[in-house]
């Protein structure tokens, strides 16, 4: 167990709807990233914030968007989904946001019908 | 674009046996690299890490080398069991304003007893 946390595991919708998935990071972490794992796309790298901010931003839709609130947890919001869309989707913590290792959660396995 | 990849697709060995898994790296400014281990419909896990001041590195049953004139890092698995079957990813940690990994494909190890 990394000590990351995310809800919901499963998540099946239909395209068009929009759709809400939450991490909390490791108990001290500061910095939240968010990943994309599809079976064309390999893991990809989508969001990093860092104590409430963002810091960096990868390949991320503009249909995507994320925040990290005051109590350090992270929502990526997924709108006007598409059929694409389905793929697991990781939030990684890590202390600061450095060079260290990033901690991965479970994941939320995304279903657009 | 730069990126990590990864010479095989899939490693087959016998219970026992050393395992050496390979990866390629394009980025001569990466000075952060990472392994994961990741199992079916589980995140990836950390495996072992390694700086570019650092040419070689040993964990327990596990050892990476970084090889910078070629661009080149391996992770090798002593003594390998059947609890090591999964997909393995190096990752490469890219710092600008923020912090991202960038994933090689991975490489499906399968111990066979």
């Known amino acids: 167990d990394s000590g990351v946390t995310q809800t919901p595991k499963h998540l099946i919708t239909a395209t068009g709807q929009r759709v809400t998935l939450r991490c909390s990071p490791r108990s001290g972490d500061l910095s939240v990233y968010w990943y994309q794992q599809s079976l064309d796309q390999g893991l990809q790298f989508l969001i990093h914030y860092y104590n409430g901010e963002e810091r960096a931003k990868g390949n991320i839709l503009e249909r995507f968007s994320a925040q990290q609130f005051p109590d350090l947890h992270s929502e990526l919001n997924l709108s006007s989904l598409e059929l694409g869309d389905s793929a697991l989707y990781f939030c990684?913590?890590?202390?600061?946001?450095?060079?260290?290792?990033?901690?991965f959660g479970p994941g939320t396995r995304l279903l657009v019908l | 674009g730069e990126s990590v990849g990864l010479h095989l697709p899939t490693l087959s060995v016998q219970e026992g046996d050393n395992s050496i898994i390979n990866c390629a790296y394009s980025?001569?400014?990466?000075?952060?690299f990472i392994w994961y281990k990741q199992e079916s419909g589980k995140g990836p896990q950390f495996i072992i890490d390694i700086r570019s001041n650092m040419d070689k590195r040993q964990g327990q049953r596990v050892t990476v080398l970084l090889n910078k004139t070629v661009k080149h890092l391996s992770l090798q698995i002593a003594a390998t069991q059947p609890g090591d079957s999964a997909v393995y990813f190096c990752a490469e940690n890219i710092w600008t304003s923020g912090s991202r990994l960038t994933f090689g494909e991975g490489t499906q190890l399968t111990v066979n007893p």
């Open positions: 980025n001569s400014a990466s000075d952060y």
């Open positions: 990684a913590s890590s202390a600061r946001g450095g060079r260290e290792t990033q901690y």
